[in-house]
């Protein structure tokens, strides 16, 4: 194991931390597939969630619990969710509705870039979304063993760990660890947050092993050669995105993929020069109709890039349906998807 200087993009601290443009010393070790993997000393999160701690505070003083009033909220729990629970009861799905939520499928996309470079070659990537953990009871039980199965070169969660947008995020911590250590991934575990995820969620996930980009990239791999993994913060509710921050320090031209919670900045990526996007929050409607699709879009942009692989100029992106529910347990022809990428170069054309 030998210390070497990598350049990392990050946010300009005012703080004493690290500088835009610093050289920090990190650890590089090599890993069973020969790579090195970089370990990044651990900058300040507070510094880089000030933005949504403006919004969290704002929230708090119109007497809301972070995005929602209380009036939506009793609404959702006391008449919206019941309704449809007791509906489905009444159609005898509720029971094969909720034993979906827990049968999650393995999705190996393989995807094909021509400017990846050649180290990079067979590179994959897990990508995990919307965990929504404690909400589904038996869900954690479910995914460790599938995940402990699979041997990716690293592991990205774009966001929603938490099942309610509100209140205590204690229950989500014992879970979230089961997962993390089911997962085995040389080059890391890096999360983004999401609109149900409060800023203290980002601590406890990076506790939990898993570390957390807000508003920032991390350069990963073949030290000549690497892999950006930029994170942007919810762009869907919270808002406090800043794509040119996070992809400030990454070099022209490098291989960039990004994660942002939502599909909906896809322009501003593709024009940035992002070669992947990786999403959630769509949970692909999490109830899909034959013939239909989606019930409910639940994003702010064209359905073409609210479900799976979709591309968008240079730029190629998927929106995966997650592993978790939101509002109730159940899904409906769409089940929870583990999503292993796999990069390959284009041939060459002749
Ligand atoms: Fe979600």
Known sequence: MADVLLRVAAPVRDD???????????????????????????????????????????????????????????????????????????????????????????????????????????????????????????????????????RPDVCVMTGDYRFEDHG????????????????????????????????????????????????????????DAPLWLAGVDDPFDYQCHDLARALELVPDGSFTVLLAHAPEIFEEAESEGVNLYLSGHTHAGQIRLPGIGAVRQNARCPRAYTAGHWTHGRMQGYTSAGVGCSGLPVRFGCPPEIVLLELRRSPELP
Do not use: C
């Open 168 to 223: 205590s995020s204690e229950p989500v911590w014992p879970l979230m660890r089961k997962v993390v250590s089911a997962i085995h991934a040389p080059l890391g575990i890096f999360g983004i947050l999401g609109n149900h995820d409060s800023s203290e969620i980002a601590h406890g996930m990076e506790e939990a092993g898993v570390r957390m980009l807000i508003n920032e990239a991390v350069g990963i791999g073949d030290s």
């Open 16 to 150: 004493g931390g690290l500088l835009s443009g610093s050289f920090i010393r990190i650890k590089m070790m090599k890993t069973a597939l020969g790579r090195p993997v970089t370990l990044r000393k651990h900058l300040s999160l507070e510094s880089s969630l000030g933005p949504r701690l403006v919004v969290e505070k704002h929230f708090a003083q119109l007497g809301h619990t972070y995005r929602h009033g209380r009036l939506y909220r009793w609404f959702e729990h006391q008449i919206t969710r019941p309704t449809l629970k007791l509906g489905l009861q009444m159609a005898g799905l509720y029971s094969r509705g909720a034993r979906n939520a827990i049968t999650p499928m393995v999705r190996r996309v393989s995807l094909e870039f021509p400017n990846l470079p050649a180290a990079l070659n067979g590179f994959q990537i897990l990508h995990l979304s919307d965990f929504h953990i404690e909400g589904t009871p038996g869900l954690t039980e479910s995914l460790a063993p599938i995940l402990s199965s699979l």
